[in-house]
C-alpha cells in the first residue's frame, strides 16, 4: 500500500473505526512519519496540526489506539485504521469523538467478551461455566431461551420481550463460540444469501 502524501501537502486524513463495533471513533492526520511509526508500533500515531508534532494517540491518558488492520482508500489519500481501543477515544471521555454512543455493533463486542472469558477460563464467569458443561448443555440453554422468546412474544410487555431477546442472542454467541463459528460467519451466510 502505497500512500499518497503529495496531494494534502504531506498530510493525508485518517479514520479511526472500532474494529469490533465497526463505530467511527475519530478523524485524525498523518504525515509519513507518523504512518511509519504507526506501522511498525502497531499503536495509532498522528501528525497533530495544533501541536505541530507527531502524537500517539493516549500518550498521555493511556487510552492507546491498538492498530488491527491499515487500508486506503481508492485515491490511496485518505487511510482507514481498524483498532481496538483501549478506552474512552475522545478527550470528553466519550466513546466516539462524533458524541455517538450507540448499541450498534455492540454484539461484536460481547462476542469478544465471551470469547475472552472463555479463553482466559475465567471461574466466577457464568458464561465460561456454562461453556465448560458441553455443547448439549449451551444448545439447550438456546432452546430454554428461545421457547422464553415466543412466550413473551405472545403477550404486550415489550421490555420482557426485548430482556428475551437479548437472553437467547447471549446465549447464541456461547453457542457459535462452541461450534468455532462467530457471528460474522452467520452475516456471511445471510450476505449470500441476499445475493440470490
Same mark, same amino acid.
Given at each position: 500500500m502505497k500512500i499518497d502524501f503529495t496531494k494534502g501537502n504531506g498530510l493525508v486524513p485518517v479514520v479511526i473505526q472500532d474494529n469490533n463495533t465497526d463505530q467511527?471513533?475519530?478523524?485524525?492526520?498523518?504525515?509519513?512519519?507518523?504512518?511509519? =511509526?504507526? %506501522?511498525?508500533?502497531?499503536?495509532?500515531?498522528?501528525?497533530?496540526?495544533? %501541536?505541530n508534532r507527531l502524537w500517539t494517540k493516549g500518550e498521555t491518558s493511556g487510552n492507546f489506539l491498538y492498530v488491527q488492520e491499515i487500508l486506503? #482508500?481508492? #485515491?490511496? #489519500?485518505?487511510i482507514?485504521? %481498524?483498532v481496538n481501543p483501549a478506552g474512552p477515544v475522545c478527550h470528553t471521555g466519550s466513546t466516539s469523538c462524533?458524541?455517538?454512543?450507540?448499541?450498534k455493533g455492540f454484539i461484536y463486542e460481547l462476542q469478544r467478551v465471551i470469547s475472552k472469558r472463555i479463553e482466559d477460563n475465567a471461574n466466577d464467569s457464568y458464561t465460561n461455566k456454562l461453556f465448560k458443561k458441553g455443547i448439549n448443555k449451551v444448545a439447550q440453554k438456546?432452546?430454554?431461551?428461545a421457547v422464553e422468546l415466543v412466550i413473551e412474544a405472545k403477550d404486550n410487555d415489550i421490555e420482557l420481550?426485548?430482556?428475551?431477546?437479548? #437472553?437467547?442472542?447471549?446465549?447464541?454467541? =456461547?453457542?457459535?463460540?462452541?461450534?468455532?463459528?462467530?457471528?460474522?460467519?452467520?452475516?456471511?451466510?445471510?450476505?449470500?444469501?441476499?445475493? %440470490?
Amino acid at each position: 500500500m502505497k500512500i499518497d502524501f503529495t496531494k494534502g501537502n504531506g498530510l493525508v486524513p485518517v479514520v479511526i473505526q472500532d474494529n469490533n463495533t465497526d463505530q467511527v471513533l475519530m478523524v485524525g492526520y498523518m504525515n509519513k512519519e507518523a504512518y511509519k =511509526i504507526t %506501522k511498525k508500533e502497531k499503536k495509532v500515531t498522528f501528525f497533530s496540526r495544533s %501541536k505541530n508534532r507527531l502524537w500517539t494517540k493516549g500518550e498521555t491518558s493511556g487510552n492507546f489506539l491498538y492498530v488491527q488492520e491499515i487500508l486506503s #482508500d481508492c #485515491d490511496n #489519500d485518505a487511510i482507514l485504521i %481498524k483498532v481496538n481501543p483501549a478506552g474512552p477515544v475522545c478527550h470528553t471521555g466519550s466513546t466516539s469523538c462524533f458524541n455517538e454512543e450507540t448499541a450498534k455493533g455492540f454484539i461484536y463486542e460481547l462476542q469478544r467478551v465471551i470469547s475472552k472469558r472463555i479463553e482466559d477460563n475465567a471461574n466466577d464467569s457464568y458464561t465460561n461455566k456454562l461453556f465448560k458443561k458441553g455443547i448439549n448443555k449451551v444448545a439447550q440453554k438456546v432452546g430454554e431461551e428461545a421457547v422464553e422468546l415466543v412466550i413473551e412474544a405472545k403477550d404486550n410487555d415489550i421490555e420482557l420481550f426485548k430482556n428475551e431477546a437479548a #437472553d437467547l442472542m447471549y446465549h447464541f454467541l =456461547i453457542l457459535l463460540k462452541a461450534k468455532g463459528v462467530n457471528f460474522e460467519n452467520v452475516e456471511e451466510v445471510l450476505k449470500s444469501r441476499h445475493k %440470490k
